[in-house]
């Protein structure tokens, strides 16, 4: 053994041990059963300058001379490859590929990373996702053409000792490298939550009266926190997801409820945001026109020139190709949102306080499917919690709790304010309120985009789920097979955009019957349900009741605002600052 243990300290000294032992010191800190002949390995060296006679331009790789390299001399001596690499490294020549700038990275890697369910298996699970990894502009790919342009033979075998925990190590250290902190995971949700609900929410309180609508929120968010840490307890490891949930709850009927449900809901969140970007592109349209007939622009052209450019971002299989458009997007709403809060703000500073109801007795069932709308991003609450650090994940509820209650003020303060600048007179999307004036277009413009661009990643889980309904997990990548999906993201982009042509001239209506039949579902129903048959063993009395009532107040809410929603269904025609002058029918307009 003693000898055995020589030889070892010998080959660790070995430029060949050099490559292995910052893998024998990650095992060492996260594997505490490594073998002790691995732990024998790991001498004690001190790493020291490579080459202190070499140029300082030059060992920091920031020459701008390409043929000022070092002579094969040079590199033959010990460290000469290592010498190599680096410089070569930070000219750009090896090293780590980047798609974005780092920036761009940092910032929303995080949030797509947990964007339903970015995680290996679901890159894994994709045809595409073999073959991409094999292609020559993949990371893979650029590794093995590399290595063969370079002439780099394959390794020798390492000692049976090291077998099996090279992958383990790499791939731990690039999951360690995704965990999220307290302030990401508090960003992430932000971003989740904080959406372009926003435009439409003003018009909300118009409906629901002032009082109530708050009291609606207040219970709305109440309640959503509750059913949120209800789903919390049931994950476990192995059924992390909310499809594994519903499984491990009612087998595979429960999954089936679920992505049912998800596919669904994504659908209505799509086509809430078309409609949106047909509003506020056709409200600028006309405004710039000076609300001429001879220039209006016809709800139909605008559908029609969305399906061209939707329908190819539809067919982006990868979600982090995302990344750019959701930071712009993200940038887009904030920056919106806070001009726009400028103008309420100036109106009520100019004009006082408009009238209100407090309670407005004719519509205010419409509010309570609009207020559970709110909280969309419930599907994400477990992709955020895995994405967590492990040592923080039992703070999430907490993290969870006060998150959502920023969200609920933000929500709070900007629909109130708006309602009482504008009272009755407030439109269903609240740019349309807004004076003609320059920064005014600029917001148009921005709410545009941010919904445009948001629109396929809205759709990216919903073609996810249809997909694997359709043709199943993996398989023989063919072209063939790759346009088949193309296919069937163009017909869901092409159901969203017709829904949407229709739904547009009572938005009112429509988010209230997505937030009844979608959101309700995920918010409320599932989560206690699940929890009631998954903890049944160490809930109490209370704790039970409280589910049975939690399930039974979400199937009430989504019957009877579903029926308010169809029931009162009017088209109004109140989406543009023009539609008194324009003669055309309100399903058209």
Not at 569 to 588: K, L, Q, Y
Request: proline residues 6%.
């Amino acid at each position: 053994m003693e000898d055995l243990r020589a030889k070892d300290q010998l080959w660790a000294q070995s430029p060949a041990g050099d490559m292995v032992r910052d893998v024998i010191r990650t095992l060492q800190e996260s594997d505490p059963e490594v073998p002790s002949s691995i732990q024998s390995l790991q001498p004690e060296l001190k790493r020291v300058d490579s080459d202190p006679s070499m140029p300082t331009g030059v060992a920091n790789g920031i020459t701008g001379d390409p043929e000022q390299r070092q002579s094969s001399s040079q590199i033959a001596q010990p460290g000469g490859f290592r010498r190599q690499y680096l410089v070569h490294r930070r000219r750009g020549g090896f090293g780590r590929h980047r798609s974005y700038p780092p920036l761009v990275e940092k910032i929303t890697d995080p949030f797509l990373y947990t964007r339903f369910q970015l995680m290996a298996d679901d890159e894994a699970d994709s045809d595409e996702a073999d073959e991409e990894s094999l292609s020559p502009e993949s990371d893979r790919g650029r590794r093995r053409r590399s290595a063969r342009g370079r002439g780099v033979r394959p390794l020798q075998p390492l000692p049976p000792e090291l077998e099996g925990y090279v992958e383990l190590a790499e791939s731990a250290e690039a999951e360690k490298g995704k965990r999220a902190n307290t302030r990401q995971t508090v960003i992430t949700i932000l971003k989740s939550f904080v959406c372009s609900a926003f435009l439409f929410l003003p018009r909300g309180f118009y409906n629901g009266g002032l009082l109530f609508s708050l009291l609606t929120m207040a219970c709305s968010w109440i309640f959503s926190v509750h059913c949120m840490i209800r789903l919390i307890k049931c994950a476990r490891p192995g059924r992390e997801s909310y499809g594994d949930i519903g499984e491990a709850a009612l087998g595979v009927v429960g999954r089936v409820f679920v992505e049912i449900s998800v596919v669904v809901s994504q659908m209505g969140f799509s086509t809430v945001l078309i409609i949106l970007f047909c509003t506020t592109v056709q409200d600028f349209l006309n405004t710039i026109g000076r609300c001429d007939p001879s220039y209006y622009v016809g709800l139909g052209m605008l559908v029609a020139l969305q399906f061209p450019l939707q329908a190819p971002m539809a067919w982006v299989r990868r979600i982090k190709y995302f990344g750019p458009a959701m930071l712009a997007a993200d940038f887009f709403l904030v920056f919106g949102m806070l001009i726009i809060f400028g103008f309420v703000i100036g109106r009520l500073s100019a004009f006082g306080v408009r009238p209100v109801h407090l309670i407005n007795t004719k519509s205010w069932p419409l509010f309570v499917g609009t207020a559970v709308y709110m909280w969309e991003g419930v599907g994400l609450i477990l992709p955020i919690r895995s994405s967590m650090k492990e040592h923080l994940k039992p703070k999430f509820p907490m993290i969870l709790f006060f998150s959502l209650l920023g969200v609920l003020v933000v929500y709070s303060l900007f629909c109130s304010f708006s309602y009482l600048a504008y009272g009755s007179d407030i439109r269903d999307v609240i740019t349309v309120n807004l004076p003609n004036t320059p920064a005014v277009y600029a917001v148009q413009i921005m709410m545009a985009l941010a919904v445009f661009l948001t629109t396929p990643l809205q759709l990216f889980p919903a073609a996810k789920i249809v997909e694997h309904w359709l043709f199943g997990i993996g398989g023989r990548v063919t072209l063939l097979r790759k346009w088949k999906k193309n296919l069937v993201r163009t017909v869901m982009i092409a159901i969203c955009l017709a829904v949407g042509y229709y739904g547009r001239p009572e938005l009112d209506n429509f988010v209230a019957l997505v937030g009844a039949v979608c959101c309700v579902p995920l918010i409320f129903i599932y989560p206690c349900l699940f929890h009631l048959i998954l903890e049944r063993q160490t809930v109490s009395l209370v704790g039970s009741a409280t589910d049975l009532f939690m399930v039974i107040l979400g199937f009430v809410m989504m019957g009877f605002t579903a029926w308010q929603a169809i029931a009162t269904w009017h088209p109004t025609g109140n989406f543009s600052r023009c539609s008194e002058m324009f003669d055309v029918p309100h399903a058209t307009s």
